[in-house]
T-cell receptor, first 114, second 110 residues
Framework: NAGVTQTPKFRVLKTGQSMTLLCAQDMNHEYMYWYRQDPGMGLRLIHYSVGEGTTAKGEVPDGYNVSRLKKQNFLLGLESAAPSQTSVYFC?????????????FGPGTRLTVT | AQRVTQPEKLLSVFKGAPVELKCNYSYSGSPELFWYVQYSRQRLQLLLRHISRESIKGFTADLNKGETSFHLKKPFAQEEDSAMYYCALALTGGGNKLTFGTGTQLKVEL
């Protein structure tokens, strides 16, 4: 099992460009999440999904869109990148019905917007 | 508001010394709290959860509702404990959502 994988690992964008980050999990988890990690601010939830075809806003959703067309994939899109979106992005997944709240994280994507 | 506070950005201790990573929370109901750890070049992973009352890698954490705290402790620090530690609080509203603190970097010196 690969667990949670993220593509790409690194990316540099110019302001105004768009891109999509891909998250895939092979654990058949219902729930998936996108976080951003910034120095001194910890992990902040961007968007999440409780199942295929569903998405919901987290703490910092502005400037991002997401889609969950397949259960195993969760895509994060930046339509017009801004320098404030320079960050490390983490995807995570969690099984439904398990009250332990354990989330399984991907390796992260380091994004720089110039 | 549901919030987690980790007051220390960096904690430096010598090998063999006791470790205490502080975590305070704000939550009106019965909280579910967790510690996650991120070792260098590794993924963020669950270290322990308060409901299990377990000890993992020598670490323990006790929920103190009176002080709204969930501090992480280890009696004798090891070099391999050096990592970033995040305290997390389960959020209401379904989806197994968590809110994380800002993290504490633990550095164990020889």
């Amino acid at each position: 099992n690969a667990g949670v994988t993220q593509t790409p690992k690194f990316r540099v964008l110019k302001t105004g460009q768009s891109m999509t980050l891909l998250c895939a999990q092979d654990m058949n988890h219902e729930y998936m999440y996108w976080y951003r990690q910034d120095p001194g601010m910890g992990l902040r939830l961007i968007h999440y999904s409780v199942g295929e075809g569903t998405t919901a806003k987290g703490e910092v959703p502005d400037g991002y869109n997401v889609s969950r067309l397949k259960k195993q994939n969760f895509l994060l899109g930046l339509e017009s990148a801004a320098p404030s979106q320079t960050s490390v992005y983490f995807c995570a997944s969690s099984p439904h019905g398990q009250l332990s709240y354990e989330q399984y994280f991907g390796p992260g994507t380091r994004l720089t917007v110039t | 508001a549901q919030r987690v506070t980790q007051p220390e950005k960096l904690l430096s201790v010598f090998k063999g010394a006791p470790v205490e990573l502080k975590c305070n929370y704000s939550y009106s109901g019965s909280p579910e709290l967790f510690w996650y750890v991120q070792y260098s070049r590794q993924r963020l992973q669950l270290l322990l959860r308060h409901i299990s009352r377990e000890s993992i890698k020598g670490f323990t954490a006790d929920l103190n509702k009176g002080e709204t705290s969930f501090h992480l402790k280890k009696p004798f620090a090891q070099e391999e404990d050096s990592a970033m530690y995040y305290c997390a609080l389960a959020l209401t509203g379904g989806g197994n959502k968590l809110t994380f603190g800002t993290g504490t970097q633990l550095k164990v010196e020889l």
